[in-house]
């Protein structure tokens, strides 16, 4: 076999007879070429094995990084476990008492049974109208967290936009001022039924509306639903004559408790959360909003949202 | 049809660990010319019941010694008052827990706080729904 090989490999240089002389030192090479193949596997399986042991110690580390995520998950659960049982619980805490400063307070500025001096009257009436901003607040806040801890869910379901406007036409009635003209507006390209949540929708119309005219004295509110031309989209927009928004103040009307000014608060009762809940509920149903105003002239809010009419049409609800 | 005047001619068992809570509901159905009897957990309003017979009552659901729930279950267990309108009351106004209430078999709900002003008349109006109240409170009369 060697010698067939040497034969083949030296055809004209070397003769058979001189290779077979020459057998050892070919039986040298080929004893080193073996060695250097010995050593290569060696070198190969080593390295082999190094891979293995680093793979090993891989798949250690993403297991024990696996059961930290576990880990942290579960604590990050538990924590919002605590949170919802403590808001419900200190979400009773807080009534209570104040059922009894509001309840109280309400008999006796009706009258039930108990006459009033005037000046009581007028104090028991301010304990009154206190407890009941304390009550927004405390519900505000409430919402404000639930939305924000991911526990208000947003829900997908068909509605009939007429039905929403009418609601909130309804509502916005206790909210009419003699010298503003509520005008509204629904375009007739936008679909009567539309998928997304009705009552998220609804409260957020009613906070910039009830923050319209809240700021406006006279002229008018205008409520404007349409859709964005060419996308999938849907925009509601409020509008008003109102005392408008200073522009260093725009920046930060969407954060809770602040007002456009400091003083306004006083002035024009709210709790300072509305257009906070309004911005977390719009962009938790994948909407934007945004404001424009002008100091004097009034604002304008727009709401865009997408627009789903899958199934709408087919399964209207009120 | 119930009406407001008729709450005249009721007797009402208030049960309400809260002293404010049930000092309040008391004036307000007194007032409207109820007779009122209160007990202060659902223990002492089961030992109370066949003495006094109401004709409505008014259960806070959060209460040591015996809750709302519990209570409710064991008035529902005596005969004679499985069909007592029961009102809850319940300053836990958080979602779900409206649907758990009518669930459980109460006849109506009312959240904490309440408008004394109104409170009485939403009870009625919801009372009236029911044709099995109206018929329990009108044979009562």
Redesign the interface.
């Known amino acids: 076999m060697v010698i067939l090989l040497i034969a083949v490999l030296f055809p004209t240089t070397v003769t058979i007879e001189t290779a077979i002389s020459d057998y050892g030192v070919f039986q040298v090479l080929l004893t080193g070429l073996g060695v250097m193949i010995s050593t290569i596997t060696t070198v190969n399986l080593r390295r082999i094995q190094d891979q293995a042991v680093s793979l090993q110690a891989a798949n250690q580390a993403l297991t024990q990084q696996n059961r930290e995520l576990d880990l942290a998950k579960r604590e990050a659960d538990e924590a919002n476990r605590l949170k919802s049982e403590f808001l419900s619980t200190m979400s009773h805490e807080l009534r209570t008492p104040l059922n009894a400063i509001l309840g109280f307070s309400e008999i006796m500025k009706l009258g039930m049974g108990v006459k009033l001096e005037p000046v009581s009257y007028g104090m028991i009436e301010r304990v009154h109208s206190n407890a009941e901003h304390l009550l927004e607040l405390i519900n505000d806040i409430l919402d404000l967290s639930k939305i924000e801890s991911g526990r208000f869910e947003i829900e997908t379901a068909p509605f009939d936009v007429r039905a929403l406007v009418k609601a909130i036409e309804s509502q916005v009635s206790g909210l009419l001022a003699e010298k503003v003209e509520f005008q509204v507006d629904v375009h007739g390209d936008l679909p009567r039924y539309m998928m997304g949540d009705m009552k998220a929708i609804h409260r957020v119309i009613t906070n910039l509306l009830s923050n319209a005219f809240k700021f406006t004295s006279q002229g008018h509110v205008a409520l404007t639903l349409r859709p964005v031309k060419d996308e999938m989209k849907w925009q509601i927009q409020v509008q008003d004559t109102g005392i408008g928004i200073p522009p260093d103040a725009l920046t930060y009307i969407f954060e809770a408790f602040r007002q456009a000014d400091g003083s306004t608060t006083r002035k024009y009762q709210g709790t300072g959360l509305g257009l906070a809940i309004t911005q977390t509920l719009v962009r938790e149903m994948g909407g934007t909003i945004n404001v424009k105003s002008e100091l004097g002239r009034g604002s304008t809010f727009t709401i865009v949202l997408p627009m789903d009419i899958r199934q709408a049409e087919k399964e209207p609800s009120s | 049809m119930i009406t407001a005047a008729d709450i005249a001619k009721w007797k009402v068992l208030i049960v309400e660990d809260?002293a404010?809570?049930r000092f309040?509901m008391t004036?307000?159905l007194e007032?409207k010319g109820a007779v009122v009897h209160v007990a202060e957990h659902g223990e002492e309003a089961l030992a109370l019941l066949e003495e006094f017979f109401p004709d409505l009552i008014i259960l806070d659901i959060?209460m040591p010694v015996m809750d709302g729930w519990e209570t409710l279950k064991r008035i529902r267990e005596i005969n004679i008052f499985d069909q007592v309108p029961v009102i809850a009351v319940t300053?836990?106004?958080?979602k779900g827990d409206r649907e758990r209430i009518l669930e459980a078999g109460f006849d109506y709900y009312i959240s904490?706080?309440?408008?004394?002003?109104t409170v009485l008349d939403e009870l009625v109006q919801a009372l009236n729904q029911q044709t099995h109240v109206v018929a329990y409170l009108g044979a009562k009369r």
Do not use: E, I, N, V
Request: hydrophobic letters at 55%.
């Open positions: 809260d404010d809570a309040l004036y307000l007032f959060a300053a836990h106004a958080m904490k706080p309440f408008s004394p002003a």
